[in-house]
């Protein structure tokens, strides 16, 4: 299902001067789950939107399956690529939920049976059905996230980027957005996030990529990157918390989830024993 | 400071309490986290406590709000100003757009309430430097960051020195280094300025790590009270959809799969964490 | 400091440290005395009193490349069209079957003239003084809180509404919306363009009326200002002078007018 992702080289510097990526190169296969880390401003925007489109690089390229970015329009890229934003009224227009769902599987072309399954898919996976018809607006922001993600998970694109999926969510909407992580990673989409919250990168995502100052200076397995002390503190980034734990109490291996923590733990009691 | 005395409300047009039943005091200098899922009504109390309801959100209002003496109701939102600030969760929408400085901006609130104008830079700058933003203090409040526009709306409220703050989700478009830099600053103003603080919060482990006091609110109504650790560690907060930290979690699980202590209380904090399992090395 | 849609350029002159109302009372007679002297008036009033004021305030380089950017093209077509297309009076000059009239470039001449130094006498009231000074000064002259904010927010939150608007753009391409394309193509575009920005923009004015309120902007009392805005009795004299000397050119203009 998922379509790979070639960034060779990219520098990138915004009009008004600022070199936000000084030269990123990496390579995500069809079907991987990417977590790009990194504190405000290291150029993880920068570099999300470079892979639909909205950005092209100064030098370098970005290549979408066998597609150069820059040889492309960004609506032509979005068969390819969907991508979640961070505001939601940034782009919610419609006057009821079904027809902001919708509007992108209909720029895509979807035939009427296959928007009206990629609507009603996406809406369940969010928990928004029973919202349908309403009003985007009678809803609250952190419900409108969940609206807007809908929207991006209808588009039912290869590769879905997710812009700080769980901002502001409380933990029955964090566990909804988790599990529809999972059910992307099911059905082989390439899927790459930015977050700040690493404990939830750390639980869902196999590889993270970690960015500070317009460059790449991680990139590897989670259990591998996560690890790393230095590297987290040189990018102002907090570890995850199993990972603290783990490394105050001594542990050889680090666990990134509280059920890896205990078998770890049954382990090292295990040997001490 | 705060005194809430079986508080209800329900929004104008809307079916339903948003808020129920809610009685509450809070000493001056606390630091009291509020946690509950989405739509329980932490901002409603929020703005009650602040009189945004009734003055600008219409609705039916029972029960008393008094803050810092004034009964919300009977004052208006200009006589509250002084009293209550109240920091929202989009740092953009917070800037006045009035003012062409940071400092100036500051300075704004301090001018609506008639302040001398040496007070006022000496207040501004002492709000800057407590808030980190001195070295900014001459350039355009829209040039800033999202985390220190969030800082200064923080500094805008403390300068005009009120006896209660109230803050809600004021993190949530932070990196965590803005988050750190935010509850800093509460802690700092709890603790010298003894400035009440109501945060209302997602992230539980800063929650748990700076809180004097949590209270969990679920479909208008307080479902506890107590301190972080005892608030985030019950199991009624997973079942009310709040959650509980990871380092929590393992606590938990380690416990149940007897690999520790079961009589140890359970940790909500990195300290707490690491001595639960430590202690049963002992 | 970056003050946006405002010339003002910050400088250390006499003409910087005058009170914003009397800069306001200037601007306002040299507009009035071009509006109604005859013909070469303004022109004497642009060298004798904008000029030696621009130099005073040290701004007289900004006054002039930005009088000049907007007055030139508008004066070369104007003397082009005035010239070419008058009917009456004698000939200037033949070229060719061209034939330019003088009365009408004396007609442009003078039109030149009156918006040069109109234009120019607000163009330096923008370069020597703050937009929020001037607000606060009219606010304690009576001017109602509310619109001084407005004026002062509207200069800073237009950039803003930009780069909303281009995030909304950025969105919406991402869903698959063509923005580029024939005519049809781009009407299309428009709702799901111009909707979140109405709607985005009220739900900002909601959180931003709060924000007001917050910072006590309905407090009664008076309120102080970080602006020291220091008038003096020869300020005030002076702006009272000009106000009786705008009225008697008025009134002799219109008596010298129906005698004519």
Redesign the interface.
């Known amino acids: 299902m998922g379509e790979s992702i070639r960034i060779e080289q990219v520098a990138f510097t915004y009009p008004t001067g600022i070199r936000a990526l000084r030269g990123v190169s990496a390579s995500i296969s069809p079907g991987e789950a990417v977590a790009i880390v990194g504190e405000n401003g290291a150029g993880k925007t920068t570099l999300a939107r470079h892979l639909n489109g909205l950005l092209h690089p100064t030098s370098g390229h970005v290549l979408i399956g066998d597609w150069d970015t820059s040889k492309h329009t960004v609506a032509q890229l979005a068969t390819r690529v969907s991508y979640s934003f961070q505001n939601p009224d940034d782009q919610i227009f419609e006057r009821t939920v079904r027809a902001e769902v919708t509007f992108g599987p209909r720029n895509l072309g979807f035939s009427a049976d296959e928007m009206e399954s990629a609507v009603q898919d996406a809406l369940s996976q969010v928990g928004l059905l029973s919202e349908i018809d309403h009003h985007p607006y009678d809803l609250q922001l952190s419900q409108r996230k969940l609206l807007t993600l809908a929207a991006t998970l209808a588009m039912r694109t290869p590769i879905v980027i997710l812009d700080e999926p769980t901002t502001g969510q409380d933990a029955p909407g964090v566990r909804r957005i988790a599990e529809i992580v999972e059910h992307l990673k099911a059905a082989s989409h390439t899927l790459i996030t930015i977050t700040h919250d690493l404990d939830f990168a750390a639980e869902h995502f196999e590889r993270v990529i970690v960015m500070a100052g317009g460059l790449i200076i991680a990139d590897g397995p989670a259990h591998d990157v996560l690890a790393q002390e230095s590297t987290l503190a040189a990018a102002l980034v907090d570890p995850p918390q199993m990972v603290r734990l783990a490394l105050a109490l001594g542990f050889d291996s680090i666990p990134l989830t509280p059920e890896e923590f205990v078998l770890a733990l049954k382990n090292k009691s295990g040997r001490s024993s | 400071m705060i005194d809430v005395q079986n508080l209800s409300f329900s929004y104008a047009g809307f079916p339903g309490m948003a808020l129920r039943g809610i009685t509450l005091a809070m000493p001056k200098g606390q630091l009291c986290s509020i946690v ?4 329980a009504g932490k901002s409603t109390l929020c703005y009650a406590l ?1 009189g ?1 309801i009734p003055h ?1 959100y219409r609705g039916v209002l029972k029960g008393t709000v008094r803050v810092s003496g004034l009964d919300v109701a009977e004052s ?4 509250l ?2 009293a209550v ?2 920091v ?3 740092p ?10 940071v400092f ?1 901006e500051v ?11 040496d007070e ?2 000496s207040r501004v700058a002492e709000s800057l430097a407590l808030t980190g933003l001195d070295s900014m203090h ?3 409040p ?2 800033l ?3 220190q526009q969030q800082r200064l ?1 923080i500094a ?2 403390i300068a ?1 020195r009120p006896a209660v703050l109230i803050l809600d ?1 004021p993190t ?7 988050t750190r830099e935010v509850f800093g600053v509460l802690r700092r103003l709890a603790a010298d300025q003894h400035t009440t603080i109501v945060l209302v919060e ?1 992230k539980l ?1 800063w929650v748990a790590a700076y809180s004097d006091r949590v209270i969990a609110i679920v479909r208008g109504q307080i479902v506890a009270d107590g301190t972080a650790r005892d608030v985030l560690t019950s199991d009624l907060i ?1 079942e009310i ?3 509980s ?3 929590t ?2 606590a938990r ?2 416990r149940a ?1 007897k ?1 520790v202590d079961s009589q140890a209380a359970l940790p909500v904090t ?1 300290v707490q ?2 001595d639960f ?2 202690q049963k090395d002992r | 400091m970056t003050i946006p849609f405002s010339l003002y350029a910050p400088r250390e002159s006499g003409l910087h440290k005058l009170h914003p109302l009397t800069k306001l009372a200037l601007a306002g007679f040299v507009a009035l005395c071009a509006l109604v002297l005859p013909r070469a008036a303004s022109y004497l009033l642009f060298l004798l009193l904008i000029v030696p004021l621009a130099l005073w305030g040290r701004v007289f380089g900004r006054l002039m490349s930005a009088a000049l950017r907007v007055a030139l093209p508008f004066a070369i077509s104007l003397l082009i069209i005035q010239g070419l297309f008058w009917q009456t009076g004698p000939i200037l000059a033949r070229v060719g079957p061209i034939s330019i009239k003088l009365d009408g470039i004396l007609f442009a001449v003078s039109t030149i003239g009156r918006i040069l130094a109109i234009l120019s006498s607000f163009v330096l009231l923008s370069l020597t003084t703050r937009p929020d000074a001037l607000m606060l000064a009219l606010s304690q002259r009576g001017l109602p809180d509310v619109i001084a904010y407005i004026i002062l927010t509207t200069l800073q939150i237009i950039p803003r509404f930009q780069s909303k608007a281009q995030t909304i753009i950025d969105a919406q391409r991402s869903r698959g919306l063509e923005t580029e394309g024939g005519l049809l193509h781009r009407i299309r575009a428009l709702l799901p363009l111009v909707v979140p920005l109405v709607l985005s923009s009220i739900v900002d004015i909601e959180e931003r009326a709060i924000a007001l309120e917050a910072r006590a902007f309905s407090h009664p009392g008076t309120k102080t200002s970080l602006f020291d805005l220091s008038d003096s009795l020869p300020e005030r004299i002076f702006r009272w002078s000009l106000l009786a000397i705008a009225l008697i050119i008025v009134v002799v203009r219109i008596l010298t007018l129906r005698s004519a």
Do not use: C, K, W, Y
């Open positions: 509950g899922p989405n739509g602040s945004f600008f208006s939102l200009g006589e100003a002084g600030g109240i929202v969760q989009n953009f929408n917070q800037i006045t757009g009035a003012r062409f400085t100036e300075a704004f609130g301090l001018e609506n309430l008639g302040v001398p104008r006022i830079i001459d350039q355009s829209f040039a960051s999202g985390g709306a805008a409220m005009m989700e949530s478009q932070l990196d965590p280094i803005g997602h482990e997973e959809g709040v959650g930290t990871r380092l979690r393992a699980l380690a799969q690999l990195l964490t690491i399992f430590e």
